[in-house]
């Protein structure tokens, strides 16, 4: 069994048959996906993007589970929900392929994973979606409270300070 490595796809148009020949509902159940979109003009490349994750949305896929789609653009991030990098030195590590061969326990781990990727395509991705959303919005909460209680905290402790030396 092999760990999974970056499946790179390089688009030379943004044509709907070109995107529609790459996407698939399953494609980034088995490894994470580089779709580079440098050879297009920026037109193109927004473009390519909105249909990239109109395909997702429609097909009530994820493209962050199991393996995430990262694409490789000069865009800002800011316009989509997509993973968005403007150059493929700036994927993560822990994907790239290795040059060992993996061990026992790491041959273990692979196996189990295999498993979890069939119970990820069995799940609706926008219950997911909505679940981590709600998930992340409760700890952002928690966070922000936390840094005001620390606020609070400070503000009583150069209180105290002030009245005993006061």
Known sequence: MTLPTYQHLNLKTS???????????????RHPVVLNLK??????????IGLVENFFVSN?????????????SDHEPSITRLSLIDDVTKLPKFYAPRDSKINVK???????????QQE???TDASASAAELDFYGEAHRKIYELEQE?????SVLNSLLRVHRHG
């Not at 050879?39 to 390519?48: F, K």
Request: aromatic share 10%; charged share 25%.
């Open 15 to 29: 044509s709907l048959e070109e995107l529609e020949s790459v996407l698939d509902t399953g494609m980034n159940l």
């Open 39 to 48: 050879a297009l003009s920026l037109d193109q490349q927004r473009e390519a």
């Open 60 to 72: 009530n896929v994820s493209f962050r589970f199991p393996y995430s789609i990262y694409v490789v």
């Open 106 to 116: 790491e041959t273990q781990l692979a196996g189990r994973n295999k498993l979890l």
């Open 120 to 122: 990820v395509k069995n």
């Open 149 to 153: 209680r620390t606020f609070y905290h």
